[in-house]
């Protein structure tokens, strides 16, 4: 499609854009109503260094947490639903915490260890007090999660250090009843290893205690966190590495027996065990993240530790395995030793173990009290900028959104338009009108009152063009092969056009069903085609002059519907064999050839047909038929003529009309000024309204509605 016809298909359907962009814009109006979220205000919170976050004073000896996961823990308890529903609690909201969360968004800021925490609200104030009410208490949850959190380490410590000490005193007690019964000399080398065995044993079961009783208190606390731990079920990989542990600590006991904890050899078995741990502890974790579901911070955090806490134990399992299969290598080749210097060996390490334990357990008791009073003023997090003022967002605003509509509804409109042209399969152009028939069209006739001249002037110079040149009058049956086509208003013009062109035409309406020519051309229907017909009435009776060189025969009074049949008839051959001598032209109106079958009768008479179709409509078919009977009949079919066709498709209309137009500039100026100035009142009338509607958050229960003024009476166009 050529550029003027996608201009032509939007200039005639521009009702259709502008409805379409209204709509659009009054959706819009509706969108950008208070009560969006069209304003957003920013606060910042601080995320402390890795030894001071969240969580971590239970971490044991469990992988530390990268950067990069401490600042998603960070988010995720801003964003957690405990911090939600207290916002919600504060400011009273008529909210759920998932509705909540869709207002709220965390970022990470790229200077440093800040977050940026973003509220969204209708109102600049709303937006503030959301993004502070979030931040406040984020900060103050994580200084709750730290306290317990510090205050359940506090407590875990001191109940391991009350039974270390408990078991101190006892060891204490039992090695000097032993020593003050048997008095134990020194023991040989040999049974002093293997005492020395016996009571790393020991001091490994005591290390094996304090990994069970960590996993039974991170159990509990993730019991009252959220949900009960999964069961972590062994694989073929955490089978293996159990089996690597245990071969690594026998070596490493065999090594120790010999070598100080600085031989190359054992520093290489104790790397090979920490990272055999290490894998270890990551199976372990994914066997734990497919088994459970979406919980808080707090609990991933102690899942975390308890799988650290489980990863020590299996090695501490494997470690005394080890001790337990040297215990008994050495004992095989021990030689009779006194049970009392073995037994001595190994309470007297038992004592120095127990010693130790205690003195450490006291230095983290310590530590635990000093974070615990920190905890009380200290949090993870901690708000840097309250949010103090907010700012329109650029996608939510009211100027954004009418913008959005407006375009929205212009390309909505552009495209409707087009679609509309494209289901319109109405005959728009003369071209169209060919290919449908087969034969010329001749002109298109715009639909407009008063009828435009130069359509039918082309029409007179094409017809003129077709005379046979037999020397008598051309007789043309002008018919449609749809009803109210427009045929009586071509015929009437066109005679008129042949008049003034100095042709002597005569128009004999024989449209006997529905006849219009009289009143047309404002003359009496007494006499007329029907009366010849019928015998009683001759040519010279009924045929009446109406306008120089034009005269006209009516349908006549004494119709009968059967009549029309009879216009084959020799009567009528006779009135135009003698009209053909009075007259150049000859035009004969006819009913719709697709509904009757006059038309046909009369054919034979006629020197051609000229089928006129109606631009307004789509073909059906029938058109195609009424042309093939032609052919069957013999009748020759001049042409086409188009009518009721847009105005703007008809090019010679437009540049007419463009022509005269630009010559009336100064003539209607005045007229157009006043015009002009309706419009900008009618425009700013609307702006208020719009804007009253806008402010007041409703719409008025009434309608404005103006009914267009209706167009003067058209020469009748839209008749048959």
């Given amino acids: 499609m050529e550029f003027w016809r996608y201009y032509r298909v939007l200039r005639q359907r521009w009702v259709v854009i502008v409805v379409a962009m209204a709509a659009a814009i009054g959706v819009g109006l ?33 992988p530390m947490p990268t950067s990069d996961q401490l600042m998603q823990l960070a988010i995720n308890l801003v964003r957690s639903r405990d911090v939600a529903t207290r916002a919600i609690q504060q400011l009273q909201l008529a909210l759920t915490p998932e509705d909540l969360a869709t207002r709220i968004a965390v970022q990470q800021d790229p200077s440093g260890d800040m977050l940026r925490v973003t509220a969204k609200g209708p109102t600049p104030a709303a937006a503030v007090m959301l993004a502070n009410a979030i931040v406040d208490n984020a900060a103050a949850f994580s200084r709750d999660v730290q306290r317990r959190e510090s205050t359940l380490g506090r407590e875990f410590i001191e109940k391991q250090l009350a039974d270390a000490q408990t078991n101190l005193r006892a060891a204490e007690d039992a090695l000097l009843a032993y020593q003050q019964k048997n008095g134990v000399a020194l023991a040989s080398g040999q049974s002093a290893e293997i005492g020395a065995l016996q009571a790393e044993a020991q001091q490994n079961d005591f290390a094996l205690q304090e990994a069970n009783a960590k996993i039974a208190s991170y159990t509990s606390q993730m019991q009252a966190a959220g949900a009960a731990p999964a069961q972590l079920q062994d694989n073929a990989v955490t089978q293996q590495l159990r089996a690597e542990l245990v071969q690594l600590e026998v070596q490493l006991a065999a090594q120790l027996a010999v070598h100080t904890d600085a031989y190359p050899a054992v520093v290489a078995l104790k790397a090979q065990i920490d990272a055999v741990k290490g894998r270890l502890n990551t199976e372990l974790q994914k066997i734990a993240a497919t088994s459970q579901g979406q919980h808080t911070p707090m609990y991933e955090a102690l899942a975390m530790n308890r799988i650290a806490a489980q990863t020590d134990q299996i090695a501490l399992e494997a470690r005394r395995q080890a001790i337990q299969q040297a215990i008994t290598a050495a004992t095989q080749h021990l030689p009779t030793v006194a049970q009392t210097q073995l037994d001595a060996a190994r309470l007297n390490r038992t004592a120095e173990i127990l010693t130790t334990q205690v003195a450490n357990l006291e230095g983290q008791l310590a530590q635990a009290r000093v974070r615990e009073q920190e905890m009380q003023s200290l949090g993870a997090l901690t708000v840097l900028d309250h949010a103090s003022s907010a700012f329109a967002s650029p996608f939510s605003g009211k100027p954004f959104k009418l913008t959005l509509a407006g375009v929205l509804g212009l390309l909505g409109g552009i495209g409707l338009a087009f679609f509309l042209e494209y289901v319109d399969t109405s005959i728009k152009t003369p071209e169209m009108a060919e290919r449908l028939l087969g034969v010329p069209a001749l002109v298109a006739i715009p639909r407009h009152n008063p009828p435009f001249d130069e359509a039918y002037r082309l029409l007179t110079v094409n017809l003129l063009a077709r005379e046979p040149g037999d020397g008598g009058g051309v007789v043309i049956a002008v018919t449609s092969p749809q009803p109210r086509s427009g045929t009586s208003t071509v015929v009437s013009n066109l005679a008129q056009a042949f008049a003034a062109a100095g042709q002597r035409t005569v128009v004999v309406d024989a449209a006997l069903r529905e006849p219009v020519q009289h009143a047309l051309f404002n003359v009496a229907n007494e006499k007329g085609v029907a009366e010849v017909l019928a015998g009683t009435a001759t040519l010279p009776e009924i045929l009446m002059p109406v306008k120089p060189n034009l005269w006209l025969v009516t349908s006549g ?129 609307l702006t208020v309204g719009l804007w009253l509607w806008f402010h007041s958050g409703g719409i008025a229960d009434r309608a404005l509605a103006q009914p267009a003024p209706n167009a003067p009476s058209l020469v009748n166009l839209t008749r048959r």
């Fill in 557 to 685: 009074a004494e119709r009968t519907p059967d009549m029309g049949m009879q216009l084959g008839s020799a009567a009528m051959a006779s009135v135009l064999a003698d009209l053909r001598q009075r007259a150049d032209v000859i035009l004969v109106d006819t009913s719709s050839a697709g509904a009757f079958a006059d038309v046909y009768a009369l054919a034979p008479l006629a020197s051609g047909a000229l089928i006129v179709l109606d631009g307004s409509r789509a073909p059906r078919g029938i058109e195609e038929q009424v042309k093939l009977q032609f052919d069957r009949l013999g009748t020759p079919v001049i042409g086409s003529v188009l009518s009721k066709v847009r105005p703007d498709l008809v090019d010679s209309y437009y540049y007419q009309e463009y022509f005269y137009r630009n010559r009336a500039v100064a003539r209607i100026a005045p007229a157009a000024a006043t015009t002009s100035l309706a419009l900008l009142v009618v425009a700013g009338g």
């Fill in 30 to 62: 509706v969108g950008a109503r208070p009560g969006g979220d069209d304003y957003a205000a920013v606060a910042t919170m601080s995320v402390p260094a890795t030894s001071q976050f969240l969580f971590i004073a239970n971490v044991g000896s469990g």
